[in-house]
Each structure stands twice: as C-alpha cells, then as structure tokens.
C-alpha cells in the first residue's frame, strides 16, 4: 500500500509564493515518475509538472517559469515551488506517484 501526503497549500497574495510539499511511504518502486496535477472548480484536472527518477521535467505552459518541480529520491519526497503566483493558479493541488497513486489534494488560493 502506497500512500501519499502533501503539505504546503494556503492562501496568498497575487504574486506570492508556496512551496507544496508530498511524502509517499509504503511499498514504492523506484524509478517512477512524481508529478503535480491541479483541479479548479469547474475545470478537468490539469497537468503541473513531472519529474522522473533521473530529474528530468516537464511543465505545463501557463506555469513555465514560474514553477520548479524537485525531488528527494531518498526520501521519496517531490516538491512544487511556485512563485509569481496569480489567481488562476487557484486550484486544489494533487501529487501522483506513476499516475497510479494520488495525495488527497491540498488547496492553494492565490487573492487579494
């Protein structure tokens, strides 16, 4: 069983910044790809940002430059830092593990 825990969200001002934090622990292989996905009232889920085993990335458009996604092999941790945030960044927030495992979202709003 794999579960993950994510941290970081909040509320803050256009601008600001968060760092969003999600912990697996259970039974995890090791080579799978971590990512972030977002869900605003309304809309599909969205792809963040990915980041597989080696470090590499990818990122969605809208966030490019502004977002970097990490990760801590060792300690099975992927992180989201944001910075330049804006209102459309407002969503509930998931980390997946291989897209098989998913965080039980954590809620970012971004207003002033």
């Known amino acids: 069983q794999v579960q993950l825990v994510e941290s970081g969200g909040g509320l803050v001002q256009p601008g600001g910044s968060l760092r969003l934090s999600c912990a697996a622990s259970?039974?995890?292989?090791?080579?799978?790809?971590m990512g972030w996905y977002r869900q605003a009232p309304g809309k599909q889920r969205e792809l963040v940002a990915g980041?597989?085993?080696?470090?590499?990335?990818n990122y969605a458009d809208s966030v490019k430059g502004r977002f970097t996604i990490s990760r801590d092999n060792a300690k099975n941790t992927v992180y989201l830092q944001m910075n330049s945030l804006k209102p459309e960044d407002t969503a509930v927030y998931y980390c997946t593990l291989g897209h098989v495992y998913w965080g039980q979202g954590t809620q970012v709003t971004v207003s002033s």
């Open positions: 259970g039974s995890i292989r090791s080579g799978n790809v």
């Open positions: 980041i597989t085993s080696g470090g590499n990335t």
